[in-house]
């Protein structure tokens, strides 16, 4: 049993695309991140941050996009999405994968957070040559085709503007 907590229009995006990579079944548990009244308190004992996205795989939890990415490839393998552990292709794998989390997103988030000016240089730096066009492959504008049919982000609140 998987369960993918997640909310459309956030970080949540690639573990659906992931997901549907993988073709096996699994349940949607909406988190509405942007509900005037916050996350429930009951979903810290799945994400202690109250973050999305998060899932639970047959009773063990998973949380932060690139830990997700990394156990469901290594644990759904007949989908093929990851060199197997072993393998010496898995070293340029993990390293783009954990470098978009790690350096890629913080930068993008405080740029789009602050305001495109104040980051600039910090922003110019990280999305180099050699990485922009592979975080434009990796991560086309949302919504995903499969996340038209769930609820849409409310249009004017700011953190439906900042998350993506
Ligand atoms: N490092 C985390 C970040 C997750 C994150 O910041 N998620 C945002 C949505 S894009 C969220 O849940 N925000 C709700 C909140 O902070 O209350 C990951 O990559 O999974």
Not at 128 to 157: D, G, V
Request: glycine share 4%.
């Amino acid at each position: 049993m998987l369960t993918f907590y997640c909310m459309p229009w956030s970080r949540s995006s690639g573990v659906f695309w992931l997901l549907e990579e993988i073709g096996s079944p699994y349940e949607i548990e909406l988190i509405d991140i942007r509900a005037p009244a916050g996350v429930p308190e009951s979903y810290r004992s799945i994400q202690p941050n109250k973050k999305v996205p998060a899932i639970d795989h047959d009773g063990t939890i998973v949380t932060e996009r690139a830990a997700i990415t990394i156990y469901l490839a290594d644990a759904f393998p007949e989908a093929g999405l990851a060199p197997p552990i072993g393998d010496s292709r898995r070293a340029a794998y993990l390293t783009r994968l954990v470098y978009c989390d790690s350096v890629l997103d913080p930068v993008i988030a405080a740029r789009a957070q602050a305001g495109a000016t104040r980051v600039a240089t910090a922003s110019r730096s990280a999305c180099s040559k050699t990485w922009w066009p592979i975080w434009k492959e990796c991560f086309p504008p949302s919504p995903m085709p499969w996340e038209t049919a769930l609820p849409q982000p409310t249009r004017n609140s700011p953190q439906a503007s900042t998350s993506r």
